[in-house]
């Protein structure tokens, strides 16, 4: 076990967790929601850090991040455990396990980013399971990595506490965000959490300048209507704004949810559709092969600016950020 941070010492031994919206209160000898945060003897630990569970290089479009360097290769870590329950969790094994039972492998913030670089990856990605109840690693991986010069990434639902957001926000270059639903009954109901504290978050990153991206998982018959598009999409037109990239992911059965269809392509073409109507840019259709929507057109004169296949990029024509066709500015992390 390790020292933990964020958190505040309660009465008769117990501990207030500081990492997410829950607050978990802790007494002694127990754990917090997430099950990798205990309180032992009034101090809380983390018993993952340094202990990833999963580690590979992947491209970063499997993130998916689509505005960040395209084509780059992402050295990509998880530690078990996560503070929600989502039904249709695709990383149930490590996410929602107890870090007792899942095989780690001990390894520092320093040899995380040593490995990283010898691996040729361009980002260190948090992933897989909740870097939210890691944070203390990442935020010391993401420093690791700084020094030896390979650049951080997050893959999150994002419900950091404001205090652990803002210490993360400057040691990354990258957040994407899975936004479950625009319906705080879906995150009550389907994911065991609430919207607000994600929204918030949403609005917090990008009035810091991080590059942001948003995944929405399109789930047969629980939040695949039009009007739930409509809502999600004004909803980031709004209090993002147009160039904030969307992407509507496939559901496949697994985890609670198996016995749910895989989302139709129809609904997500339809996704795709409504929220072009309310005016965003840069909209996506994930889990599907070879769909004309894993492109990157120019917003103003409709050049395909990249072109992907699955996680793969044929071709990228844009050039020191800009269409290189009509000049318009295409927003992202390119360079």
Known sequence: MTDARFYLPGEGGSVRCGLC???????PGYRGHCRIRKNDGG???????????AIHLDPIEKKPLFHVRPGSPAYSIAVPGCNLNC????????????PDD??????????IARSAVSS?????????SEPVVWSEYVLDCAEAGRQAGIESVVISNGTWSREVLDELIPRVRAIKVDLKSIEPSYYREVCDGELAPVLDNLIHIKSKGCWLEIVNLVVTSLNDSQAHFKKLAAWIMKEL?????????RFHPMYRLKDLPPTPVGSLDLAWKTAKEIGLHYIYVGNVPDHPAQNTECPSCHTRLIE?????????SIRE??????GTRIPGVWI
């Open 102 to 111: 899942v095989r780690t492998k001990a390894m520092t913030p320093e040899a």
């Open 87 to 98: 039904k249709f969790c695709q990383n149930w094994q490590i996410a929602q396990a107890d």
């Open 241 to 249: 704004g147009p160039d904030v990239p969307l992407h509507f992911t």
């Open 21 to 27: 919206f829950r607050k978990c209160h802790i007494e």
């Open 308 to 316: 992907r296949i699955g996680f793969q990029v044929k071709s990228n």
């Open 120 to 128: 040729g990856a361009r980002f260190i990605a948090y992933t897989y």
């Open 43 to 53: 101090k809380l630990k983390t018993l993952a850090y340094g202990n990833p569970g």
């Open 321 to 326: 950020g800009t269409c290189v066709t009509c």
